[in-house]
């Protein structure tokens, strides 16, 4: 696998020798290539979630192959790739160690990359990161809220992928606002948040929004009740007989609709 990564395997080796005589790009199929190195992260991303902590000693071989693909100057498949496997790699395992070398820089570069599926990917890593490294990543949170920020300016929901990005960065946001609400300016993030809902195609990450959600609005938090009629909006609409949110997060969702009077 790190060979692979690295392209030290002998199959990729022979391809670069012909490719040095023939000229770039004429051996290379683009689509067998692709097929592979997304096959190769998603066994690195495996590898992380079944060896947990034990894949730590093996991550710093593992990184500079992964993000080698995440260059500005790699097509897009092998940028949204790379990020999707870095942040599915940081839900897994602590990755406090990278954070300022590798993880950081990588995760701006996503955000400010101009394809939506790499900024989604993105994003993740940005939500996950904050939720796994907590205070480490005090000092880091104005830039990341402000490289989340463009994020929930996407207004063309009709693409799926541009949809998947903006959904991703509320889920981002929120993971934030759950690690270290007191360093999040939560009077100016709300607002774009709640209008940012219901998520429009990746409801894997309705738990996390409507967990944070939930939280605040136990905690009574001032910033969250002057947004009141959007959240009344959001929680309606996530519990309408169209809804796609779990059953099981209606469930709480209703309940705390019931407890504000807007049921």
């Known amino acids: ?13 022979v391809d670069d020798a012909y490719e040095a005589v023939a000229g770039s790009g004429e051996v290379e199929d683009d689509d067998d290539h692709e097929t592979m ?16 902590p034990h894949f730590n000693q093996y991550l710093n071989e593992f990184l500079p192959g992964i993000l080698s693909y995440a260059k ?29 070398s590798q993880y950081k820089p990588a995760i701006l570069q996503g955000l400010a990359d101009p394809d939506d599926n790499v900024k989604r990917n993105a994003a993740f890593g940005c939500g996950v990161c904050s939720e796994k490294l907590g ?15 463009p ?10 992928s541009s949809a998947a990005c903006r959904d991703n960065a509320v889920a981002a946001l929120s993971r934030m606002i759950m ?3 007191s360093h999040v300016p939560l009077a100016q993030v709300l607002p774009p948040l709640l209008q940012a809902l219901p998520l429009q ?63």
């Open 72 to 100: 500005s100057s790699r097509p897009v498949s092998d940028r949204s790739m790379a990020m999707g496997c870095v942040s599915e790699v940081a839900q897994e395992i602590d990755v406090s160690d990278y954070w300022e």
């Open 201 to 263: 195609t990746d409801m894997t990450e309705n738990e996390t929004v409507y967990t944070c959600l939930l939280g605040l609005l136990q905690m009574n938090q001032p910033e969250l009740l002057a947004n009141s009629e959007h959240l009344k909006r959001v929680f309606l609409e996530a519990t309408a007989e169209t809804s796609k949110v779990a059953p099981e997060i209606q469930e709480k969702l209703k309940l705390a609709a019931e407890s504000m009077g807007w049921a």
């Open 179 to 181: 690690a270290l609400p």
């Open 37 to 52: 190195m997304t096959a190769v992260c998603d066994l690195v991303g495996g590898l992380s979630r079944v060896m947990g």
């Open 135 to 149: 205070e480490k990543l005090v000092t880091d949170y104005p830039l990341l809220l402000q490289a989340l920020s």
């Open 151 to 160: 994020l929930f300016s996407i207004q063309n929901m009709n693409n799926e």
């Open 1 to 13: 696998t790190h060979d692979l990564l690295m392209r030290k395997a002998p199959c990729q080796q």
